[in-house]
């Protein structure tokens, strides 16, 4: 399937057939399968948002109206009485809506009970779209095993809500210190000099957990299995190609030369680990008082694949800041990347290999830009999410993300 | 006409940033957060707004030369041989309107990647890197363009530097 030109408009029409990508056709959306294939849940998630997609867009949701939903599915999950109060949005988290209230129970092995919980919704159109079913599944099999949420419902189909939604414990916590500063999601973290010690060894510490972490013995009945080899690494690569061919609303020809050359270059992996496939400062909490991890966050993109892949996403330099000194670049803030390498295999006791670590860093700023210079765009375009102007100003970091991935398939080759 | 985006823009952006800013609830932060991303992208566009035709026509002039370096190496359908002579017409015309170069920047972007596409998809190892080095070469220039484009936005963490993009364009600064 050659690359079919799309619709335009505003601008001058082309002078041959065009498909106009906000409106898809079934054809087109089986064209695309075809050309992609990829893990089965990842599928029929992304085919699900192309039959959604000529849908309309968001409208603002008033918070009463969307508790008199949560009030229906809670009915339906609970047999005894319960009250909701204090529902309030909450800030951050720009690919979710999100709200914090308090309800009170009669909640299993604890009697009469009131906690604070959160509700995470998809809007029409997310800048990355994922299951809610997949993330309740694999947030409940982490308890226990790192710091997450604990998880409680999950209307999968939007059978209640407005849109498909689950519903998860509150964690106290911040995701930087008070005070500081970082562009918007999370990117270039500073935790400054006392704190990125304790919170480096901890996440390091985690992330071997994760990659050791027994995921065979849970069942996860949402996520396919891949062999050992380059299986997961092509349902990966075709994913986010997919996701581009999907979404782009203009073509660049970097985007095209770095697909060939991840599939050109896809590295077998020894040993299938739970990867978070988002794991980086902004999505855990820490309590600052303790300096401990609290949660892990953002569950959504989580898959079984390679451990480098996580380890790739630290050496990416565009989401760390130099030292005070301005002699190291510290990784996502925390630390320099050769130290944090060592420092995992100490940790996990599983080997790293440097040319797998550098593969993912290009993977990384390649979903980068899938996301932002390509369903970002096209979202904020079509007014699909609840915060289009943070979605569109994300668009913005495209441009770093491809000039290293750039920058590395140059060095490496 | 007086009344001018580029002299608009920085007037309801100053009048946000002093006025509404400053009595929005300190509560409301999706709100507060929203407010200073649209203050952001106002004075952006202000500033970018008067060199947005050079940045397209110098984009356009550079995709054309190397859609033409790649039909060189690859050879061209129709599609792409058309995509070319419409883009070169657009950047050479005078008097040519900045909707047509958009435009057909973004027909040959189209063209440009199929092309890649089809090179690689022969598993010529030299011929692949004949279109690595090309679309390398194109990409350096283009991704320091666009960072430049958006540095106001405070993505750039101070690693490697990149000019502005007015002299970049050649243009005053």
């Known amino acids: 399937m050659s690359k079919v030109p799309y619709s335009l408009a505003p601008y001058p029409p082309a002078s041959y057939p065009l498909i106009d990508k906000a409106r898809p056709s079934a054809d087109w959306i089986d064209q695309v399968r075809k050309r992609f294939p990829t893990e089965r849940g990842w599928d029929e998630i992304l085919t699900a948002k192309q039959q959604r997609r000529a849908g309309p867009g968001y409208s603002p949701i008033a918070v009463a109206d969307i508790v008199v939903r949560l009030e229906a599915l809670l009915r339906h999950e609970l047999p005894g009485p319960f009250t909701i109060t204090d529902a309030k949005w909450l800030a951050g988290g720009a690919s979710k809506l999100q709200i914090a209230f308090w309800l009170e129970w009669d909640k299993p092995g604890a009697g009469q009970t009131r906690e604070r919980l959160v509700l995470r919704m998809e809007p029409p159109e997310s800048a990355v779209e994922t299951s809610r079913m997949r993330e309740f599944e694999i947030l409940g099999a982490m308890k226990g095993v790192l710091p997450v949420p604990d998880v409680y419902w999950v209307d999968a189909d939007a059978t209640f809500m407005q849109y498909p939604a689950l519903i998860c414990g509150f964690v106290n916590g911040v995701t930087k210190p008070s005070g500081a500063t970082s562009a918007v999601t999370g990117i270039g973290i500073n935790f400054g000099p006392a704190l990125r010690e304790p919170i480096g060894q901890q996440v390091i510490r985690d992330m071997a957990i994760m990659h050791k972490w027994d995921w065979a013995a849970a069942g996860l009945k949402s996520f396919d299995i891949p062999v050992p080899g380059t299986q997961a690494v092509e349902w990966n690569l075709n994913h986010w190609g997919r996701v581009w061919e999907e979404d782009c609303n203009e073509e660049v020809p970097l985007m095209t030369e770095l697909l060939f050359w991840l599939k050109a270059n896809m590295p077998p992996i020894d040993r299938i680990s739970l990867t978070h496939n988002d794991f980086r400062s902004g999505n855990f909490l820490f309590d600052e008082t303790t300096q401990a991890i609290t949660s892990w966050l953002d569950w959504e993109l989580a898959h079984l694949g390679d451990r480098h892949q996580e380890l790739g996403f630290f050496a990416v330099e565009n989401m760390g800041h130099l030292s005070e000194d301005g002699a190291q670049l510290l990784s996502h803030g925390l630390m320099p990347i050769d130290a944090m390498l060592e420092q995992y295999e100490r940790e996990s006791g599983l080997s790293v290999n440097r040319r797998s670590v550098e593969y993912y860093r290009v993977f990384f700023c390649y979903r980068a830009a899938v996301i932002i210079l390509g369903t970002c765009v096209r979202a904020a375009r079509a007014g699909k999410t609840h915060q289009d102007l943070t979605v569109a100003w994300l668009s913005g970091f495209a441009f770093r993300n491809l000039e290293e991935a750039r920058s590395v398939v140059e060095r490496i080759g | ?173």
């Open chain 2, 1 to 173: 006409m007086e009344l001018r985006p580029e002299y608009l823009l920085p007037v309801i952006a100053k009048t946000l940033q002093d006025v509404v800013l400053p009595v929005l609830d300190e509560h409301q932060q999706v709100a507060q957060e929203q407010l200073k991303l649209a203050i952001g992208f106002l004075n952006i566009m202000a500033q970018n707004g008067p060199m947005q035709f050079a940045f397209d026509v110098d984009e356009l002039r550079r995709l054309t030369a190397l859609a033409k370096a790649l039909i060189d190496a690859v050879g061209g359908s129709a599609a792409s041989t058309a995509a070319i002579a419409a883009a070169k017409a657009a950047g050479e015309g005078t008097g040519v309107a900045p909707a047509e170069i958009v435009a057909a920047t973004r027909q040959l972007r189209i063209g440009v990647s199929e092309l890649i596409e089809q090179g690689h998809a022969r598993g010529d190892k030299a011929l692949d890197a004949t279109i690595s080095g090309l679309v390398n070469a194109f990409s350096r220039v283009q991704l320091d363009r666009e960072r430049a484009w958006v540095l106001p936005m405070g993505f750039e963490n101070g690693q490697d530097a990149v000019p502005s993009i007015a002299s970049q364009l050649g243009l005053p600064a």
